[in-house]
C-alpha cells in the first residue's frame, strides 16, 4: 500500500465517531493504525481539523510515540525486544544481524516490501532470550542463524 492508496473515506468516518470524545487524538490515531496499518501524511490535516488543533501537534504526537508509522507496513513486521534481560542475552548482536541482514533500521521496510523492523519494550518472553515476534508470533532464544531459518521460512510462505 503506497502513501496515496488509503481510504481517506474511512478515515474521515473513524474521526467523525472519535472527535467529540475526550483526548480524541490517540483512539484516532490508534484507529486509524489499526485500519490501515500507519498513520497517511495526508490524514493529519484532516485529524487537526477535526479537533482544532495545528498539524504540528498532530505530527508531534504521531512522532512521540514509537508505536505510530507513517509509511505502510511490509507484509511481516518483526518485533525485536530490546528489554533488559533480552539485551543482557545478545539482543545487541542479535539487532546488529537483523538490520545488516534486512538493510534497514528500526521504523523502517525493506525495498521489497516484505519485512519492517519495530523496536518493542517486552515481549514477555524474558525466560527465554532474546525474544521477537514476527506478525504477533513470539519466537525465544533467537539466534541470528535462527533469525535467518525464520525469515527463509517466511519468504517460501509466498
Known amino acids: 500500500m503506497s502513501q496515496s492508496d488509503w481510504d481517506k473515506d474511512a478515515v474521515t468516518q473513524l474521526i467523525d465517531s472519535l472527535k ?4 480524541a487524538m490517540l483512539p484516532i490515531l490508534h484507529g486509524i493504525q489499526d485500519n490501515l496499518g500507519y498513520i497517511p501524511k495526508d490524514s493529519v490535516p484532516l485529524i487537526a481539523k477535526a479537533l482544532n488543533v495545528s498539524r504540528a501537534e498532530v505530527h508531534g504526537v504521531i512522532t512521540f510515540y514509537h508505536y505510530f508509522r507513517e509509511s505502510p507496513p511490509g507484509k511481516h513486521t518483526i518485533h525485536l525486544c ?17 538490520k545488516a541482514k534486512l538493510g534497514i533500521e528500526y521504523h523502517e521496510t ?44 517466511l519468504r517460501g510462505q509466498a
Open 20 to 23: 467529540d470524545k475526550p483526548g
Open 82 to 98: 530490546r528489554a533488559e534481560s533480552c539485551q543482557s542475552m545478545n539482543g545487541p548482536r542479535l539487532e546488529a544481524h537483523a
Open 110 to 153: 525493506t525495498t521489497d516490501g516484505n519485512f519492517s523492523l519495530e523496536p518493542v519494550y517486552c515481549l514477555g518472553n524474558c525466560g527465554c532470550s532474546p525474544a521477537m515476534s514476527i506478525n504477533g508470533e513470539v519466537y525465544g532464544r533467537v539466534s541470528p542463524e535462527r533469525f535467518d531459518e525464520i525469515l527463509d521460512e
